[in-house]
């Protein structure tokens, strides 16, 4: 009886060569598991595709709800943003992928679980910390990286391999930009991106939106409702966080929001340029950031933006399964306990434009904000509070002016 492996499954042209390849060079029975984190029409005819290529069989794992409620979640709530920029939509779906492929690893008795990423790329690592974490006595193996045995260097060497190999596929070798979907968001690398000097040919490249400079001369107003960090409605209507994501996101595409070019760091030490659309996912940052501002106090504020900055980066390194995460996210969760409360802003051409926000828990005192003298605030405390708050700058000042007198 052949051994199995569980191959990660896109349908695209380098997970399709890699069904023959396994079964020639190691004569695996190749189950295929594509796993659904919302990448829409990208599944269409994959099952035909996956058997066509050798493969015994199938899953299509519907995981959109998970991914959404248990890996963006507590993104947001910790406003988990690496670089400055990148709001992780591909960091966060690869170990929910890979949770998914070790579970079906275990249904089907697989002692393998192969994937398509690079030698290059994060990816390879968010994989294979995840199957680690999860299965470490499950082998991994990754064709991108085994170049005695892949031989292949470009579409039309995998192109040939499949049809060597009796399998005529909808593939040509044009070039095109390598992207990720998913729910959250699209990532562009590859074509003139390749060079940090050229403009992204933007009427190319979008797939979710559009430019600032299309979207309609008509601001929209949106109201949100958030409980305890998570997101409950939009315009007074209820639904689930998945929901919710692909409302924004059709908001914020027409509105020209959430287009970030960047160049960033990758986990393997070298630099690489792409472009994100992630238009329903900056609304969503933009909105919970507005409510905690009215709520958390500020220690607390200016912890969690440190535990923020952590997160991203344990997220980007595909660091999902630690004990380090399950700490951070505790800390992050204890802070959301009174992010409660309603969310107004206007979208217009690319920006987020705050219209008002509300919480039953706002720390916020229009009578201490405001100039007139009130009974918790005497202004004659102000004095007392700056000679101590000063103090360390005027001893300093006092210590140079003797040591420069003598």
């Given at each position: ?61 519907d995981i959109v709800d998970d991914f959404c409620d248990n890996y963006v979640v507590p993104c947001v709530q910790a406003h988990a943003v690496y670089e ?73 060497d995998e192109i040939a391999y499949c049809k060597q190999h009796g399998i005529d596929l909808p593939f040509d070798a044009s070039q095109s930009y390598s ?228």
């Open positions: 009886m052949k051994e199995k492996v569980v191959l990660a499954y896109s349908g695209g042209l380098d997970t399709t060569a890699i069904i023959p390849w396994l079964k020639e060079n190691f004569d695996y029975e190749v189950i295929c598991c594509c796993v659904d984190c919302g990448q829409g029409e990208e599944l269409d005819g994959l099952e035909e595709r996956a058997k066509l290529s050798g493969a015994s069989k199938l899953y299509i794992e400055n920029k990148y709001l992780l939509g591909t960091s966060m779906a690869r170990p929910a992928i890979a949770k998914k492929l070790v579970d079906i690893a275990r249904k089907e008795g697989a002692t393998a679980i192969c994937h398509g990423a690079t030698g290059k790329g994060n990816d390879q690592i968010r994989f294979e910390l995840g199957i680690k974490a999860l299965a470490p006595d499950i082998k991994i193996i990754a064709p991108w990286r085994m170049t005695d045995v892949w031989t292949m260097e470009s579409r039309e992207r990720d979907r998913n729910l959250w968001h699209i990532s562009h690398e590859g074509l003139e991106l390749e060079d940090p000097a050229n403009e992204p040919d933007y009427g190319h490249l979008l797939v979710l939106g559009v430019t600032p400079e299309k979207a309609p001369d008509e601001g929209e107003y949106v109201t949100m409702t958030f409980e305890k960090g998570v997101p409950k409605s939009i315009n007074g209507e209820a639904m689930k966080v998945s929901d919710i994501i692909r409302r924004l996101n059709e908001l914020g595409g027409k509105h020209g929001i959430g287009i970030c070019d960047i160049v960033e760091n990758r986990v393997v030490g070298m630099k690489s340029r792409g472009v994100y659309e992630t238009p329903g996912g900056t609304i969503l940052y933009e909105a919970h950031q507005q409510l905690e501002e009215l709520v958390l106090d500020r220690a607390t504020y200016e912890t969690k933006e440190e535990m923020g900055n952590k997160l991203s980066q344990i997220v980007y390194e595909g660091k999902w399964f630690t004990p380090l995460r399950e700490a951070v996210q505790a800390f992050i969760e204890s802070t959301q306990e009174y992010v409660t409360g309603e969310v107004k802003f206007k979208l217009y051409k690319g920006n987020i434009i705050k219209a008002g926000t509300t919480s039953p828990y706002s720390l916020y005192s229009e009578s201490l904000a405001s100039f007139t003298t009130g009974e918790l605030y005497d202004h004659h405390d102000a004095e007392g509070f700056i000679n101590l708050f000063g103090l360390p700058l005027k001893v300093r000042a006092l210590k140079m002016q003797e040591s420069d007198d003598k």
